[in-house]
């Protein structure tokens, strides 16, 4: 039987007890979340009606009354897809919920547009992207969602069919970056389904019933109905799945100390205009599992795009870089451009043939966390930078926008960010490009993401 235990009361009072296990589970996620990035100031749920994110708001509003003064801010979000018709009551029963907890709740609405892909996809991502915008707005580092043990098995499941290599057979991450400033985490990825589903039904609350869970036409629910029927089967998977865990860790605490050391000797340097350059020797002298997963990592990086390239054109890369005297200096792939110089293998973003999309400056969405407090309105430009457009804001008709589309610039450069007025003049530009466009153009203030792109989501080394 789980554990209760006692929570001084919220106002109006509501849940007498909560779970141990689940308790003590969220408290560990938040603190390795504080030992990743340093104070928490507030934390999202992202709760849909359903017994898990209820497990996740009961939860987290125990642990937040136990906190005391020392608790973070904490809000909840119901994201409505209006895919079913039933999606607005469900989020208004939220809305109670929190409200007998003495949360703040707020409704996030998407329409689905007509438009390519996997809708449930689609609406994953749209999700996510609501949250983070949500989080930004109210000062949150943190969102956390209820996934749990059985949903870490079905995914594991999911991309071992599909030919997920190692990182992806290894399922989800109890803590990953959603942004550069804002923290995903899965407090509950231990627990089964049944232990949240305990903890609303002792609160008497009935939650939500989504019937798509349980609908075959998915691949996700077709595998859970499996694994429901065959416990030995069940069992099997979990264990698959705790070994690929602890391989995945292993392998990237392996990376992590690598690429200390590559940096620390010089044969790993980032650029000021986001170019990553490696010493090709140290791909050829890594583990053939460690250099693929550096160089992919290295590739999106260079990108600023979130899908690693396939394992098979990464291992051709790899071949290539290894090679003598191949015939060409300069490969893409994945939205980078790989380049041999001498000894070392230089990182850029790729332009290409439709270039690089501009950025509005008066709809830029600002970052939070450290980054508000070194900038007046920090913006990430093409996923690989992050730019200070406080300046040129009130500009009107101001957007960022890269060099290339000025018809300046080299494979490297062109994809380097220039803020432009409405007749779309340069006003501002990095200091490596500011020289190639007319005199009195302001610098831009700028971070580039690719150490953080580089190592994001790497289990942090031990000790």
Not at 92 to 105: I, M, N, R, Y
Not at 149 to 157: A, F, I, Q, R, S
Not at 311 to 327: C, D, F, I, N, S
Not at 388 to 406: H, N, S, T
């Amino acid at each position: 039987m789980p554990e209760p235990v006692a929570i001084p009361p919220a106002q109006p009072a509501v849940f007498p007890a909560v779970d141990r296990a689940l308790l003590d589970a969220l408290d560990c996620l938040v603190a390795a979340a504080r030992r990743r990035r340093g104070p928490i100031r507030g934390i999202l749920l992202a709760v849909s009606g359903g017994p898990d994110s209820l497990a996740l708001l009961l939860t987290a509003s125990a642990w937040h009354r136990l906190q005391g003064a020392w608790a973070p801010a904490l809000r909840i979000a119901t994201v409505d897809h209006r895919l079913r018709p039933e999606s607005a009551d469900e989020a208004a029963f939220v809305a109670g919920l929190a409200a007998s907890c003495g949360l703040p709740h707020e409704t996030l609405s998407w329409t689905a547009e007509p438009g390519p892909g996997n809708l449930s996809a689609r609406a994953r991502e749209a999700r996510y992207a609501l949250l983070v915008s949500h989080a930004r707005r109210h000062g949150l580092d943190l969102v956390l969602t209820a996934h749990h043990l059985d949903d870490d098995v079905e995914t594991h499941v999911i991309r071992q069919r599909n030919g997920g290599d190692l990182a992806a057979s290894a399922g989800m991450r109890p803590l990953r970056w959603l942004a550069p400033d804002v923290f995903l985490g899965r407090p509950f990825l231990d627990l089964p389904r049944q232990r949240l589903a305990g903890v609303v039904a002792a609160a008497g609350i009935l939650a939500v019933d989504d019937p798509t869970n349980r609908d075959a036409h998915y691949d996700r629910a077709r595998i859970r109905l499996e694994l429901a029927a065959d416990p030995a089967l069940s069992a099997r998977r979990r264990a698959t799945l705790r070994r690929c865990k602890t391989a995945r860790d292993s392998a990237e605490r392996a990376l992590a100390r690598a690429l200390d050391d590559l940096e620390a000797a010089g044969r790993l340097r980032f650029a000021e205009d986001g170019a990553i350059i490696l010493d090709r020797s140290a791909l050829a002298q890594a583990p053939p599992r460690c250099a693929a997963s550096l160089l992919s990592r290295a590739i999106v990086a260079a990108s600023g795009t979130t899908r690693p390239p396939s394992g098979p054109a990464v291992g051709g890369v790899l071949q290539w870089l290894g090679k003598e005297a191949p015939r060409e200096n300069a490969r893409t792939l994945g939205g980078a451009i790989i380049c041999r110089r001498g000894s070392d293998a230089v990182f850029m973003r790729e332009f290409g043939r439709s270039g690089i999309a501009a950025l509005p400056l008066d709809t830029a969405e600002a970052l939070g966390g450290g980054f508000a407090a070194r900038m007046e309105w920090p913006v990430v430009f093409d996923g690989r930078l992050v730019i200070d457009v406080g300046p040129w804001r009130d500009l009107p008709g101001a957007r960022l926008l890269p060099l290339g589309f000025l018809g300046k610039g080299g494979s490297r450069l062109r994809s380097c960010p220039v803020v432009v007025d409405a007749d779309g003049r340069a006003r501002a530009a990095l200091a490596p490009v500011a020289g190639r466009l007319q005199p009195g153009i302001g610098n831009l203030a700028f971070e580039v993401l690719a150490p953080h792109l580089l190592r994001r989501d790497l289990a942090l080394p031990e000790g």
